[in-house]
């Protein structure tokens, strides 16, 4: 029996991107040999690679303005540093809105003087800041589109004059924004856009080459853009599932196309989360991520029998992380609007039990 | 038709290997779902971290031994830098073999003092130089076993008294030392032991923690360790085809046994190189390679009949390293004995047209 899988990452990928990923280990399109077998200099791949970073600025919205695709490793705890190294000189402004905000702001820290710009850790990052101040001598502001763990999510876009650094790991591709206000966006694949393994950067290439540090090469954007994102081997499995995960959305219609299915599930979601009374959302309502639906049982003595109901229904993934507790509802890109109906149908009928 | 594949990275690996990989990509197990869609933390995919973990280690005789092995990200080029950030405090020595070698000390010189106890470059790396001496103050020697481009190998362990750093990246497991006389080991996974996309390192854990450095925490190998090689997302495909290929190397009989048929393609393939008047071998013979045979053409003119006649036999990878020219047959454990066979016949075929 195929699952309703509402992991939080890595998460569901459309079942035909499964279906080529698995083919391609076994032939990679009839050449006899597999994709994971070839070099990664070879035609067939640089082809690959070539499409998923034109892909990746294609649905975007960014294709021939100043910005570059990069395939890279190392996930986002990695970019915490990159970002840093590459665009850190003597102070930037971190929003923090949850847990992996505050990561990136430990790691930059190590580098140089951070400020934190507005945090919402106050009421355990159940909001989203707003109405802060960003200095225009700063060297960016760095902030995090969706947060997994709390379930909040930016809906409007800083408006500053620095460059504007985005960890965009759990909503990228699920929305329909001006993604040309970001100067740089990363995002582990894990979520919207592939399996575990690879992390996409967007760069706009006119913010690089402006600190005074000899930076590592294996960090330095410059050299991932000049050598094509093949610096050293990439992940070529994660590059390659990634790509045919683009094609998919593509093929649907784009970023405009899924905002459509993705808002249709969310609205299904938290209309049962505040219309059922054994359930209470853990997000602020303006805040609530379109991705990650948290919310909590309004009575305890209830989560035996919810769980077993879960299970049965073959429901997957929906435990909340351990720091805000209760449960998680990621509806990622691929997850079908008939998983969000069976995972409703399971909370209306513990009501109608209770 | 399946062909003789002599990639030099990635490379083959075993069919059984990619026929389960291919699997577990549509559903893993009977789970319902694919390996890649489920989270790291779940018991499924913990299981394999550990497993594969653990035979990193068993395979090399170092269980019990002080030794943790993790699957990192980011290719033995990240480990350049982060044996550096977490090794060198003062100065630390380096063995030139070639072009990796070369890269680890750039990198480590950004953070340090590097003295390179020894260098080939002088012949464009076709030996490796003996009775260099290594101040017993130094940080610790870093090393590379083997060197794909050129096609030299380290056949004798330095001896010394400070921790002993070693790139194995295109020779781990392919062949029977002792493994105990290294510190720390780091290997990607693309030559011997899986896909591109993760790296193994393994490390003594009494070396760590003497640096005054505040290291990041993505480059932090106790951290690493601390997590259970989870410090954040592990890149899941590429650890899971890689815990198959250490299973399928045990199953075979380990590293020993596997020694014995690579000796014997070796063997082959050095024998043809050597006795047919058309090729002659780039590297000095008491370093030859195990791994990559590296060889040219002595009349240039057969080029074009030559490479004709490969293509036909269903040979693929053999092209030379730019920086070599000619050819290179790289035979790492996956590759089987007929395999080499075909490509002596092809050479000895070239020489009876000649």
Redesign the interface.
Known sequence: ???H?F???????PPEV??K???A??DYNN????I?????RSKDFVDVMENARALALELLGLEGKGYKALFL??????Q??MVAMNLLEKRAGYLNTGAWST?AI??AK?LDDIYEVASSADANFNYIPKGFDVPSDYDYLHCTSNNTIFGTQLKQIPQVDIPLVCDMSSDIYSRNIDYSKFDLIYA?A?KNMG????TLVIVKEDILGKVSR?I????DYKLHIKSGSM????????VY?SMLTLEWLKAKGGVAAIEKENEKKASLMYSEIDLNPLFKGFAAKEDRSMMNATFNLTNDNLKETFETMLVEA?I??VNGHRSVGGYRASMYNALPLESVKALVEVMSELESKA
Chains 1, 2 share one sequence.
């Open positions: 029996m195929k699952k899988n992991s939080a990452g890595p998460s569901i990928l499964l279906l990923a698995s083919q280990i076994v050449s006899g040999l597999s994971i077998e070839i070099s990664h490793q190392g996930g986002a705890s990695t915490f540093l990561k430990k790691e190590k582990g894990q399996p575990a393994g690879t000899d590592p090469s294996i960090m610096l050293n081997t990439p992940p070529v499995f994660a599932t073959g997957s993934g």
